[in-house]
């Protein structure tokens, strides 16, 4: 009598694939904690039916994505969704890290402003600096430091090697000497995109609220829940 070798390819109870959703999976043995694993022959990938924390399972991440750029805080979203804070952090900067920055297209017209902020507490200002698209208001770059030369270089550099049109600012002094005459502009009106950005901004994520206690604790966090809403 011959054994039958095809009997351990049956399925999960899902019969699919969480990330191709494909139905070519296979049983491919245990966890340590003798959970049954899958194998996709689709996408090669293993995952489980399913998993003892929640923050394992295969769609957390747009959760997480989806719960920032609504504006929910980071115990908001750790109750929500039922995993720790700690996971949450590390989560939040580990998906900001894959997020790429926009390539920018020569001859555009962008507007370039800042915005104060607190850190801890309100001894402590920053500012993020930044520039929209005046077409798309799709944000070119953005940098986070205090409010000198240094910060403002760092997204003009970007916008000048893209070979704009025109860049759009405020009178602010800083830019005279670091926007060239022939591409700088202060117009009256001139900025109303982006400061109109400046308030959806502080009204989307209490971090950039005027008046609130909702500081973020760290500029790397910041960076990463701006990376989030911006570019994703």
């Known amino acids: 009598m011959f054994d039958n070798h095809f009997s351990c390819i049956k399925v999960s109870d899902t019969k699919i694939c969480p990330h191709c959703y494909s139905a070519k999976i296979i049983k491919n043995g245990h966890t340590k904690t003798r959970k049954q694993q899958f194998y996709c022959k689709n996408c090669n990938k293993r995952f489980l039916d399913f998993y003892t924390h929640n923050a394992y399972k295969p769609n957390i991440n747009e959760k997480i994505i989806q719960f920032t750029?609504?504006?929910?805080?980071?115990?908001?979203?750790?109750?929500?969704?039922?995993?720790s804070a700690t996971t949450l952090l590390s989560r939040i900067i580990k998906i900001a890290k894959d997020i790429p920055r926009p390539v920018l297209s020569s001859g555009k017209s962008y507007e370039l402003d800042e915005i104060r902020f607190f850190v801890k507490q309100k001894?402590?200002?920053?500012?993020?600096?930044?520039?929209?698209?005046?077409?798309?208001?799709?944000?070119a770059n953005f940098y986070i430091g205090r409010r000198t030369n240094?910060?403002?270089?760092?997204?003009?550099?970007?916008?000048?090697n893209s070979k704009p049109l025109k860049i759009f600012t405020d009178k602010l002094?800083?830019?005279q000497y670091l926007i060239p005459e022939k591409l700088?502009?202060?117009?009256?009106?001139?900025?109303?995109?982006i400061e109109r950005k400046n308030l959806n901004i502080r009204t989307h994520l209490k971090r950039f609220s005027r008046r609130t206690i909702c500081f973020s604790k760290s500029i790397v966090m910041i960076f990463a829940v701006l990376k989030i809403y911006f570019w994703v």
Do not use: P
């Not at 609504?70 to 995993?83: C, M, N």
């Not at 240094?150 to 000048?160: D, F, N, P, S």
């Open 150 to 160: 240094r910060t403002l270089r760092a997204v003009v550099k970007t916008l000048i």
């Open 173 to 175: 002094r800083n830019y």
């Open 69 to 83: 750029k609504e504006g929910l805080g980071i115990r908001s979203t750790a109750r929500v969704l039922k995993i």
């Open 184 to 193: 700088h502009s202060t117009k009256r009106f001139s900025t109303n995109r």
């Open 123 to 139: 001894k402590r200002t920053f500012w993020l600096a930044y520039a929209i698209d005046r077409e798309t208001r799709q944000v």
